[in-house]
């Protein structure tokens, strides 16, 4: 019974151990030594076009020489495994290191539309590998000249450079010598500006995009309205076109002055002196909300009626009174008033007057007083003393 035991526990381990080198041959046998790889397994071509596509083979373990050849290819196609410009049909890899060879596909004679798959074989020392690669044949797009801009319409004053971002896409697979020109009014000037640098032609590559930036500058005052104008872009016997618009909105022109353009007056010390005051727009656009505001020398009282005009039309005037008081001890002489008026949504503008402040007549009359009294006390002192 013993003995039995021990036969059959012999005869089981004498069974596992093929078994047992076997799995161990296959998880060698499993494990590869090397790869084989592309950056583009699948790619779209041309109709009629051939490719060329860069294998790259790597090596693990030791160094070993790879055989190449297509394990499927459709009908009609030919390919090539080519290395430093000649046709290969194997590659050596060094252990740890890879190589990169081309592989060329050519179409047949009649090619037809659709998807193709090819599948490359390489075989190695111990191991074997393959590559899927799928080419999808279409017709081949017409090229073509595109311009596009996001802000197509730009407002502005009338002393306003518009600046438009205009971006040229070439989508044909060939280089263009692209020329650029611009229908603008006559009272524009128009330039290109390509990184910074005025142009009006420039290459522009194989499906390449650029940004090209416009500037449309007016030349003349120009009136208020809706400026519109084309740009085009040539090269190739193609042409692409964009409308662009510069919007100009008016502008107000604010002056101030006295009557007639009279930037004088006159007014007494301690005496309250009213002034007319003109106040123009000489510009394209409303003037709103116009405050007047004046600066005086030290002691002066200035007002205004009104303080504030609601509104001055374009190429309209308005009028202000100033009332102007010197004071009480200023000296006759000239004296500078700045007067100034501010629109709600503008700029101050302001203008200087010259005043001119005569003294008081009651002051006069007591200093022509006192120089009677001094001339009398003088006489009554010659009089007296000159006896003796």
């Known amino acids: ?17 093929p078994s047992t080198v076997l799995a161990q041959e296959e998880s060698r046998v499993a494990q590869p030594d090397f790869s084989i790889s592309t950056t583009y397994p699948s790619q779209v071509v041309e109709l009629g076009e051939s490719v060329t596509i860069k294998l790259n083979i790597s090596a693990f373990g030791g160094g070993q020489t790879v055989q190449l050849k297509m394990d499927e290819i459709p009908e009609g196609w030919n390919a090539t495994f080519r290395g430093s410009g000649r046709i290969i049909n194997s590659v050596f890899v060094e252990a740890g290191s890879s190589e990169s060879i081309d592989l060329r596909l050519d179409p047949p004679e009649n090619p037809e539309l659709g998807e193709f798959t090819f599948v490359v074989l390489a075989q190695g020392d111990r191991t074997n590998a393959e590559l899927p690669i799928t080419l999808i044949v279409q017709e081949k797009l017409p090229a073509s000249l595109t311009l596009t801009s996001d802000l197509p319409t730009i407002k502005g004053s009338p002393t306003t450079t518009f600046r438009y971002s205009v971006e ?7 280089e263009l010598m692209v020329n650029l020109v611009a229908d603008a009014p006559n009272a524009f000037i128009t330039k290109f500006k390509l990184s910074g640098q005025e142009v009006t032609s420039f290459p522009l590559g194989a499906n390449q995009t650029k940004t090209i930036n416009i500037e449309l500058e007016p030349i003349i005052e120009i009136e208020a309205g809706k400026y519109m104008f084309t740009v085009y872009a040539t090269g190739g016997g193609l042409q692409a076109e964009l409308d662009l618009v510069a919007e100009v909105t008016g502008q107000q022109d604010i002056s101030i002055s006295g009557l007639d353009g009279r930037l004088s007056g006159k007014a007494n010390a301690g005496k309250e002196t009213t002034m007319q005051i003109v106040v123009q727009n000489s510009g394209t656009a409303l003037a709103q909300g116009v405050e007047l505001s004046a600066n005086a020398p030290s002691g002066w009282e200035v007002s205004f009626d009104p303080e504030v005009i609601a509104e001055i039309p374009a190429g309209d005037v308005a009028e202000a009174t100033a009332y102007i008081k010197p004071g009480e001890k200023t000296v006759a002489g000239d004296y500078m008033v700045t007067m100034r008026a501010k629109p709600a949504d503008g700029t101050t503008e302001s203008a200087e007057f010259r005043i001119t402040v005569a003294t008081s007549t009651i002051w006069g009359i007591v200093g022509i007083a006192l120089i009677a009294v001094a001339v009398g006390v003088v006489s009554i002192a010659v009089m007296r003393f000159g006896r003796r």
């Open 1 to 17: 019974m013993k003995r039995a035991l021990i036969f059959i526990i012999l005869t089981l381990v004498i069974l596992a151990i």
């Open 168 to 174: 040229l896409k070439n989508t044909g697979d060939e």
